[in-house]
């Protein structure tokens, strides 16, 4: 038994020194007893440092309420990704995301597991974009006039809504009133939001992106209102975006992935008109338009609670949803053939355009990546093309299968084959467009989820 213990211990050891993640383990004493190289490299030590020796004697700087591993130890409660920043034994800070598990065996506390981040790294990347930022906001009353890459102009429609969507955008965005933006991805959102900032009256003050995703919660809190000198260990006199952003536009994007508490300090500013540097008791005064961006519809944000309620009706002064391209189809071929003509010019060419058979796969999928999917395909195309056509053998491999299919052209008029071929497609491409996920796919194809399950079973849809 003994041996066949040993042998289990000898594999579990193994694999976990194989994980590309920090792991740090500690008894019901606050001793390691297992520390892999990938900690060792985050903390800047040596693994027999660690081994066997108390965890205070190893991070003097931490303290049974600073460090998350004793604190687990103490409430028998899981803790996930809190940051934590420390001193090592050889006075190097350190700094990590953290998710601290209890362990039990047989109901038994006998210690408890850290799987740790470094984002020292991101957090310097992101401390410079803002110095970046600061660097081109204005000085001494004198405006820097920023680079916004996009107009109207660019957003390239027919369709008659997204017309319509369009001339509203470019009307209100002489107003001063938070916009909410909302689209799937690839329809364009950045592009937009840069349009309204370029016909807006602050389009000579700066135009300042963050997206709300990328950043850990307390680090996208200290980018967004700034920083005072001794806030916490490092920290030194920054402003943040808003006050970088006054007198211009700051765009949000991605906002439903904004942690709740982080969306009630929005809230505030947005109310008041001010910020507070984190640490700091003074309150500064910005004069910043907020432009939001989701790629989910806000009332299912709010469902989900991703999105504060208060903070929705504050944005939603002004609203404007992004049409997917599959419910624009005469702009596919319009913009395939602008895509065309700029590959053309790029690639030294002389595509005339698309086939028949290509059109009707085009005008066939839905593409769940939207403008962007569709210009990525024509650049593949282009690249690969050796006639003066774009054809069916020159399409992406995906798109090339689906083509393919019998049930996608337009040859048969088997209508029972046909509409069983359209009805896998329409699932295969509600499934992709929700990530796998039955019950946003359900909503997208308007059908409960249980006859959802059942043609994915009795369809063979994988």
């Known amino acids: 038994m003994n041996s066949v213990f040993n042998v289990t211990e000898e594999i579990l050891s193994a694999i976990l ?31 027999s440092e660690v081994i066997g020796k108390p965890l205070l004697s190893v991070f003097p700087s931490l303290n049974n309420q600073s460090s998350t591993l004793l604190k687990v130890i103490e409430t028998k409660k899981p803790i996930y990704h809190e940051t934590q920043a ?55 009353g004198m405006a820097v006039k920023q680079q916004v890459g996009y107009t109207f102009r660019d957003v390239l429609t027919i369709n008659q809504s997204f017309i319509n969507v369009k001339k509203k955008a470019e009307k209100l965005a002489k107003s001063d009133s938070p916009i909410l933006v909302y689209g799937e991805s690839g329809t364009g ?42 806030s916490y260990t490092g920290a030194v006199d920054r402003p943040g975006l808003f006050e970088l952003a006054n007198g211009g536009t700051l765009f949000l994007d991605e906002l439903n992935s904004m942690p709740f508490d982080l969306q009630a300090k929005l809230l505030r500013v947005l109310e008041d008109g001010a910020v507070r540097r984190i640490g700091s008791t003074k309150v500064t005064s910005v004069n910043v338009r907020v432009i939001s961006a989701m790629n989910v519809y806000p009332k299912k944000a709010m469902e989900e609670n991703k999105l504060r309620t208060d903070l929705f009706y504050r944005l939603n002064v002004l609203t404007f949803e992004l049409i997917p391209l599959r419910q624009r189809k005469e702009d596919i071929l319009f913009l395939s053939e602008l895509f065309i003509s700029h590959y053309n010019f790029e690639l030294r060419k ?5 086939d028949e058979n290509v059109k009707s796969t085009f005008l066939t999928h839905l593409w769940p990546g939207n403008v962007r999917e569709l210009k990525h395909t024509i650049e593949y195309m282009m690249n690969v093309c050796e006639g003066d056509q774009l054809t069916v053998a020159d399409l992406p491999l995906m798109l090339k299968n689906f083509a393919q299919k019998p049930g996608n052209s337009i040859s048969g008029l088997a209508l029972r084959e046909n509409l069983k071929e359209f009805e896998v497609q329409l699932i295969r491409n509600a499934l992709e467009i929700s990530g796998g996920k039955i019950h946003q796919a359900a909503i997208l194809l308007d059908i409960p989820r249980q006859t959802l399950q059942y043609k994915i079973k009795k369809l063979n849809i994988h």
């Open 17 to 47: 020194k194989c994980i590309d993640e920090a792991i740090h383990v500690v008894n019901t004493e606050g001793i390691t007893i297992f520390y892999n190289q990938v900690a060792a490299t985050h903390d800047g030590l040596k693994i």
């Open 189 to 230: 959102k950045e592009l937009f939001v840069q349009s309204i900032h370029h016909a807006s009256k602050r389009v000579s003050g700066p135009f300042i992106t963050q997206n709300c995703a990328a950043i850990p919660e307390n680090l996208l809190e200290s980018i967004l209102f700034g920083t005072s000198k001794g």
């Open 350 to 354: 002389q595509v005339t355009g698309l």
């Open 86 to 140: 420390f001193v090592n034994l050889h006075g190097r800070k350190i700094e990590t995301v953290n998710t601290t598990l209890p362990i039990f065996v047989e109901g038994e506390l006998i210690g408890a597991v850290e799987i740790a981040k470094d984002y020292s790294r991101i957090k310097q990347l992101s401390e410079r974009l803002v110095e970046i930022q600061k660097d081109l906001t204005p000085r001494n």
